[in-house]
């Protein structure tokens, strides 16, 4: 759920910021209203938008794919803005030089921008991660059988809350310390060639 | 003079209400070696870079090679096409070396060639392999630039710029970035441009180089082109009192 729900915000949070930099207004322009609309309204809300809003316009979507979609969605608008301030903070020498060499806007991103912005970008990147595993928990709300889910089922049947929740807690925790381990060793990863 | 492989004509730029650039015109023949002076923002970094279409201009026209560069209209270039061939055709060395520091200083030189020129990744390192022995750093290609003292980096961005085999190159204040030691490395590579017949448009505050490499000097002042000719005659006898206050205070120490 989280690598998919990542996976979708990584691609979308992409596209977003390469429209909102995009010298085209009738680009950049919805791309800006809709990144603002997502980032401010709250996230269940979008995942009821989504779950039980557009089957009214027939699309009609399972739990989990509203999940996903509804994740993606909303990471991926906080990420877009992650992705161009490290766009943003390549120096335009970088640019100027590439362009310089003959290479086309595309290439220059491709080949000179992204790369380094990439390096800049991951740190934060890896919090949105780390964040979006735990509001994996907010998609239960719409049915989706998840860890908070289960555990309110079980803790309302046994009476057991502190049993179930501190166990439940637990779970979170041993998923979720390796994987901001994870992310730190990532940012060492990256950042190598430039360290040196 | 042989044939202009330069024109500009009547060149104006401003930002906003400054303008920087009035009516600047200036030819520049095949081979030759133009150095141009002048005092901080005078204008002189932004001519050159109205050349390559870094910067914009609003009046005027810049001719290279046959391909033309016509002012902005409603904030859009309009000679897309002439742009992209006069950036195959001019190289530009930067002040800040501006070296991808990503990649190896190897990769720094074949990128442009593989990707703008199409060749294959053999053709253009055994290019990057000669260009770098040309400046003398073929045994640190493997390095990033960030391993590189700042001559080595500015002579890397020279071979890099060479890759695309331009046929005119811009130098905007090449060793401006350098600490003192190193400016010698780099004004040698350059040397050795200008009598290999490169064409050359260098911004400078190095007068020796200039006396001694320049067909022709250009002084800059307030965005005109105020005088200009031999080194002998601009260093040794000029005409305009301003140019001869300018050149006072830089060659006083």
Not at chain 1, 17 to 23: M, Q, W
Not at chain 1, 149 to 172: E, P, W
Not at chain 2, 110 to 115: E, G, N, V, Y
Not at chain 2, 184 to 193: I, K, Q
């Amino acid at each position: 759920m989280t690598f998919g729900g990542m996976a979708i915000a990584l691609v979308l949070g992409l596209c977003l910021a390469l429209g909102r930099i995009s010298t085209r207004l009738w680009l950049r322009a919805p791309v800006a209203v809709f990144v603002e609309l997502i980032r401010g309204s709250p996230l269940l809300l979008q995942l009821f938008y989504i779950y039980y809003v557009l089957p009214a316009f027939g699309l009609k979507l399972t739990p989990i794919m509203a999940g996903l979609l509804g994740l993606g969605i909303n990471y991926g608008a906080y990420l877009s803005e992650v992705f161009r301030g490290g766009i943003a903070a390549v120096s335009h020498g970088q640019r100027e030089a590439a362009e310089s060499l003959g290479m086309s806007a595309g290439q220059t991103m491709r080949f000179i921008i992204l790369p380094q912005a990439w390096r800049i970008v991951i740190p934060p990147t890896g919090n949105y991660f780390v964040s979006l595993f735990k509001d994996t928990a907010l998609v239960s709300t719409i049915s989706i059988a998840e860890l908070m889910f289960q555990g309110q089922l079980i803790a309302s049947d046994t009476f057991r809350y502190m049993r179930i929740y501190s166990i439940v807690f637990v779970i979170y925790v041993v998923i979720s310390i390796p994987a901001s381990m994870g992310v730190r060793w990532l940012e060492r990863h990256f950042n190598r060639p430039l360290a040196r | 003079m042989a044939a202009p492989i330069i024109e500009v004509k009547s060149l104006s730029k401003s930002y906003g209400v400054v303008q920087v650039l009035k009516e600047v015109s200036l030819a520049i023949g095949k081979g030759e070696v133009v150095v141009v002076i002048g005092a901080s923002g005078s204008g002189k970094s932004t001519f050159i870079r109205c050349i390559n279409g870094l910067e914009t201009f609003q009046g005027g026209s810049i001719l290279v090679d046959g391909y033309a560069l016509t002012p902005e209209g409603r904030g859009r270039r309009s000679n897309v096409a002439d742009l992209k061939e006069i950036r195959r055709e001019v190289g530009m060395v930067f002040q800040q070396f501006n070296l991808f520091p990503h990649k190896t200083v190897l990769e720094n030189v074949t990128l442009a060639p593989i990707q703008v020129r199409k060749w294959d990744r053999k053709k253009a390192e055994t290019a990057a392999r000669s260009l770098l022995e040309r400046v003398g750093l073929r045994d640190q290609m493997h390095k990033f630039p960030g391993q590189l003292s700042g001559g080595q980096q500015q002579r890397v961005a020279i071979a890099r710029s060479l890759a695309m085999e331009p046929r005119v190159i811009l130098f905007d204040e090449p060793t401006s970035a350098l600490d003192p030691e190193m400016v010698g490395e780099v004004l040698e590579v350059m040397r050795g441009l200008a009598r290999d017949g490169m064409t050359m448009i260098v911004v400078t505050h190095e007068m020796g180089f200039a006396r001694e490499v320049a067909d022709r000097v250009v002084y800059i002042d307030h965005g005109r082109i105020l005088e200009q000719g031999p080194p002998a005659a601009i260093f040794d006898a000029p005409q305009e009192e301003r140019t001869r206050a300018f050149l006072s205070r830089v060659l006083k120490h």
